[in-house]
């Protein structure tokens, strides 16, 4: 009885250890102004690039930016993120657009308690409240209005 209690146990350590990617968080990525890499915009980034998914990278911040009249993808700009709202403290992160309105990175460091500011040609817009989350399109297009340019 002991030996197949055992048997179990191994099975099942094995088991979850195979789940994890190997040296899924290894890689570094992130958003390049004009660059074309990514995909799906809109959805959730981090249900797959992440530790147990089945992206390359895993991505601290991502999301999606669209444009200020809402037919499309924001091609260009920044994403900020503060210590302090509107813009002030320090600004610790800026992570680019690319040429699909995406923005991702694997940095190490987290975004949560940050507040992201959208920044583009014609202008900044900041969000109000510190993120709880660098998964911004888990909230964005989903319960609260999509992440748009200025």
């Known amino acids: 009885m002991k030996n197949l209690v055992l048997i179990f146990f191994s099975a099942a350590v094995i088991f979850m250890v195979s789940c994890e990617k190997e040296g899924a968080c290894d890689e570094f990525k992130v958003s390049i102004a004009n660059d074309d890499d990514s995909h799906n915009f809109g959805n959730n980034c981090l249900q797959c690039h992440q530790a147990n998914g089945g992206g390359e990278g895993c991505f601290s911040v991502a999301g999606s930016v669209r444009n200020?009249?809402?037919t499309g993808p924001q091609t260009s700009g920044k994403i900020a993120f503060y210590t302090e709202p509107n813009g002030g403290g320090t600004l610790k992160y800026v992570v680019n657009i690319d040429a699909k309105g995406n923005f991702y990175s694997s940095q190490s460091e987290s975004v949560v308690g940050l507040y992201p500011a959208v920044t583009n040609?014609?202008?900044?817009?900041?969000?109000?409240?510190?993120?709880?989350t660098g998964a911004c399109n888990s909230c964005h297009g989903s319960s609260t209005s999509l992440i748009t340019a200025p």
């Open 68 to 70: 200020a009249l809402l």
């Open 121 to 132: 040609g014609s202008g900044t817009l900041y969000m109000s409240s510190p993120l709880s």
